[in-house]
């Protein structure tokens, strides 16, 4: 998706804003569910008492998050993504994240972002043209984030590009490089990381 962006703001002439923002969107949306995904399938693989690819956690930490998951803990506590990886690693190696980290706080930014894109608010589409970007694009306009990721269609406002596109997919793995590594766990997407 973030190479069609790409492709699409490399040709102006042929240039669609919704299609545009689809292919944004749906890269965002896409990195935050890898996220969400990788940490509910290892609390998922703890209650299946998965010791062969969790092996490295230890029983102790496996039944701890066997036991919070079939609970319902995560859900029933409302939990972020992000605290559901912090558990984990309180469970297996008696460590936090560095929340100072770029990896941490790049991470927060981008599960608000995809947050945000799928939450219905009716202050989201107001009429045409500058008010038709949703709430949180005209939040990221208003920060530091606008040089980084604002693209300037032919017809449109300025509004997420691709540049947006590539650094959810960018963060979203090293976020997850950085927690597998911390665990001592192989990767489930290693074999289709040139995908990504």
């Not at 972020?80 to 941490?104: G, N």
């Not at 949703?134 to 990721?149: D, G, I, S």
């Not at 665990?183 to 997407?189: E, K, Q």
């Amino acid at each position: 998706m973030r190479d069609m962006a790409e492709a699409m703001e490399a040709n102006l002439e042929t240039f669609n804003d919704d299609a545009h923002r689809g292919f944004v969107m749906n890269a965002v949306l896409s990195a935050c569910h890898l996220i969400e995904s990788n940490i509910n399938e290892i609390y998922t693989e703890s209650a299946e008492q998965n010791t062969e690819r969790l092996g490295a956690l230890g029983q102790g930490a496996i039944e701890l998050m066997a036991g919070v998951w079939k609970r319902g803990v995560p859900s029933k506590a409302s939990l972020t993504t992000l605290e559901k990886y912090e558990l984990a690693l309180d469970f297996s190696i008696h460590a936090s994240f560095d929340r100072t980290d770029d990896r941490f706080a790049e991470t927060q930014t981008l599960m608000r972002l995809g947050d945000a894109l799928v939450v219905v608010d009716q202050n989201w589409v107001l009429s045409q043209g500058d008010a038709r970007r949703c709430r949180l694009e005209r939040e990221f306009f208003a920060n530091k984030m606008q040089t980084r990721f604002a693209f300037q269609g032919p017809n449109s406002s300025p509004t997420l590009g691709s540049a947006c596109a590539r650094w959810a997919v960018t963060t979203a793995l090293a976020f997850l490089d950085h927690f597998y590594e911390m665990i001592a766990l192989m990767p489930p997407y290693e074999d289709v990381r040139s995908g990504l």
